[in-house]
């Protein structure tokens, strides 16, 4: 408070308003408006010794206004309202003010209304609500205290890592322990905690630990795109916690050196073999944590969350979230990309572009700038396999493909019974039903060049040379027109060596008829 009574004493002295506002450490022009309302309120030196500093000040600057006028908020009602997603003071105090004027009485002024609002929160030590809303956010870390497991078989110690849950505004807590903490176990722990909570957070708040951010800089952060189409699954966005920030997920923080103390070091003693065995008995400390009273006011952890937070938590959606991991593929000559050992295609008029694959444990979808392009079964068994889809073909390859051996039979009986018999042959002769298939075309189309009956004769022509001929020996036919020669029914006579080229005949062997 400006202390009037060292200024008009210093006055009195002579002392300039300049030396006087040094004196009294305030400015001059307050100097000047205190000498200025003396001299209209006739106030000299020295004063009544009765006068204290804050009778001057009520002389000097009354109160336009009676303080009795002005009607007292709810601060209890309106500590109530905060709590609530979306609500502020400013929008409190313009009810309140609305609230005044229909009451015909006065309201404070909104500097002094919050003045007064945090006056009471420090005197009752409820500041939880104002840095808190109920079902805003949920704080998710592993925690630095591993747990203990043994093989059951060596008694070897086996690492459990802790996966600890917090929603800020009840201190409500969720624990679970992993043998890894790889994607798998961190979708894992968000789905089972979600359930436990039987909701969820509209802002998940992790650290930048590289199962939930790919890459973080002081400007932008990536969330990796497993965690955040989990995230979008349930309705809910990742805000990670800024570099070197551990208050921006405080509670998390907290809760992970009491579920340290409360819950690890608790069963630190106990042997467990399994995981499962480990995760009850911390589920059973878990619930002793959360029902544990508060020492400072009433209720629990689980009281608050059950009262005042379940409620307001985003409902689980129909169906939990199935864990998929993304890589990126290039698209085969083949139209195909290859993803754990399997081939998949893709519309051929995409090959050699980049695509991104995403897998769960049934699905196999390919994606193109964010657009769907292909979705397939996952293939298991033996590596090596192709999931194809006709559609996906260029339209040459998609008419191959509609052939089969019936098909090409039925074909080759409209020709003829001997060009079946020689199509049965070519596809009984290759190993794959499927390797046969060019040549049986190859040889049915020739009925286009030749005529249907050339190629039946052909056939026949063939069969009498080699009870399985091929493809090769029906064209050599057809090309040296044979198939147009008669065979002849006479028998073969022999005549003189030179009737058959370079062959010396029988007689040069000796041989006697006339024997």
Sequence with gaps: MTNYLEILRLHSLGVSERSIAASVSCSRNTVSIVLKRAVEEKLHWPLPESMSNQMIKERFFPDNVSSSLYKSPDFEHIHGELAKSGVTLSLLWH???????????????????CELYHNYSNKTKATMRIQHKPAEKLEVDWAGQTATIRDNLTGEPIKAYVFVAVLPYSGYAYVEAFLRMDMDSWIQA?????????????????????????HVSWFSTTINRTYNEMAMHYSSVVIPA???????????????????????????????????????????????????????????????????????LIPLPFEPYELALWNKAMVQFNYHVYYDKMYYSVPYEYIKYQVDVRATAKLIEVFYKAHRIAAHPRKQGKPGQYQTLVEHMPE?????????????????????????????????????????????????????????????????????YNPNPGYKLVQSILKSGVDQVAPSDKPRTETSSAAFGLTRGAAYYGRNDNE
């Design 396 to 464: 040459q390859h998609q008419k191959y493909q509609e052939w089969s051996s019936e098909r090409i039979l039925n074909w080759a009986q409209q020709v003829g019974a001997n060009t079946a018999v020689v199509v049965k042959a070519i596809l009984d002769s290759s190993r794959v039903e499927q390797q046969g298939y060019r040549a049986c075309l190859a040889l049915l189309k020739s009925a286009d060049k030749y005529t249907s009956l050339r190629l039946e004769n052909a056939c026949l022509r063939a069969l009498s």
């Design 242 to 312: 800024r570099i070197r920030r551990p208050k921006d997920k405080a509670s998390a923080e907290g809760a992970v050196g009491v579920i340290s103390t409360w819950i690890l070091a608790a069963i630190r003693n106990q042997t467990y073999f399994t995981l499962t065995e480990l995760n009850q008995a911390i589920r059973m400390r878990l619930k002793e944590y959360n029902a544990k009273p508060f020492q400072k006011k009433e209720g629990s952890r689980e009281s608050v969350f059950l009262e005042e937070e379940q409620g307001l």
């Design 95 to 113: 009810e309140y003010s609305e609230a005044c004027r229909d009451a015909g009485s006065i309201p404070y002024k909104y500097s002094r209304f």
């Design 190 to 214: 968000h789905t089972n905690c979600f359930a436990f909570m039987n909701g969820v957070a509209k802002i998940l708040v992790p650290d930048n630990l590289k199962t939930g951010v790919e």
